[in-house]
């Protein structure tokens, strides 16, 4: 059976997708219209009062590190653009779920999600709010495997327990694709953009995305190191190997590890404190 074959067949076991605010769901619609303002998207997140200001908190934390306040979500929105504003939406939306769902697991996110920024940042990538924003969102399918196919996430966690397998190798067991995968399905469902999609899809083997590959390898640079240094838990104690490629397309044998992990720390340092 073929990967697509087992997603569609996965995807018919699924009761339902995990709960968005209904504002989410008009902003999708919002965001693709090239009439729409910053002051009409930023008074749509607004109307959720609770969302507003998890929007707000993410925006301000040492997450994205800017320099001044920022008050309103339409100057947010500004800075960061539409595709960002709607990957943090959707982060600040499921970060609940996050936590519901598997222990520490918002903790490693958020971890990642940090981690990639500095590295993006380091290496003068552009765009590197989008590249963190993807970063935190890279788990998603983990969530929706625990939430929707309770059972077969048991047997995932037992398998990691006894075999000593990590979770995506358990996951390939039980399920025959990973979270990676199941990430792709549940991010076009949701209508993100493909400069979030595709790093998310990729994270584990950045060379065979069709595109972005740079974002991607980031994600997954930033996954092993935020789980070398012991935050949060993405559902087994192992740190994933680092691939050659992901190092190359990053050129990362020409960079100062030494300054950039000490960069690292300090980032990650700034926002163990924060939680919404």
């Known amino acids: 059976m073929s990967k697509d ?40 997140i607004a109307s959720d009062q609770v969302l507003g200001s998890k929007v707000l908190k993410l925006v301000n934390s040492p997450f994205y590190g800017f320099p001044g306040r920022i008050s309103s979500i339409s100057h947010s929105i500004i800075l960061l653009g539409f595709n960002v504003i709607k990957g943090v939406v959707l982060s600040a939306s499921v970060f609940d779920l996050m ?3 598997m222990m520490g697991l918002w903790e490693h996110s958020l ?76 991010t076009n469902e949701w209508s993100l953009p493909d400069k979030l999609i595709t790093p998310i899809t990729y994270h584990h083997h950045p060379e065979e995305a069709p595109r972005l590959k740079d974002r991607a390898a980031v ?30 397309l990053l050129d990362m044998e020409h960079q100062d590890l030494d300054a950039l992990m000490r960069q690292v720390m300090m980032d990650l340092e700034e926002v163990s404190t924060f939680a919404f």
Not at 163 to 179: N, Q, T, W
Not at 222 to 239: E, K, L, Y
Request: glycine share 6%; aromatic share 4%.
């Open 219 to 248: 994600i997954h640079i930033a996954n092993s190191v935020t789980r070398a240094f012991g935050i949060g838990f993405g559902g087994d104690p192992w740190v994933p190997r680092i691939s050659k490629e992901a190092w190359g």
């Open 111 to 186: 971890g990642c999600a940090v981690t990639a920024s500095t590295i993006a940042r380091s290496l003068k990538m552009p765009d590197p709010e989008e590249i963190s924003t993807a970063a935190l969102l890279h788990d998603i399918g983990k969530v929706l495997v625990k939430v929707s196919l309770s059972d077969d996430y048991d047997a995932i966690l037992s398998i990691v327990e006894k075999e000593k397998l990590s979770f995506r190798e358990a996951e390939v067991r039980v399920l025959g694709v990973d979270h990676a995968d199941i990430g792709n399905w549940l």
């Open 5 to 44: 074959q087992q997603i569609k067949t996965l995807t018919k076991r699924i009761q339902s997708l995990p709960t968005l605010p209904h504002v989410v769901e008009k902003l999708t619609k919002v965001v693709e219209s090239p009439e729409s303002t910053a002051k009409e998207v930023g008074k749509l």
């Open 99 to 101: 936590e519901r769902s």
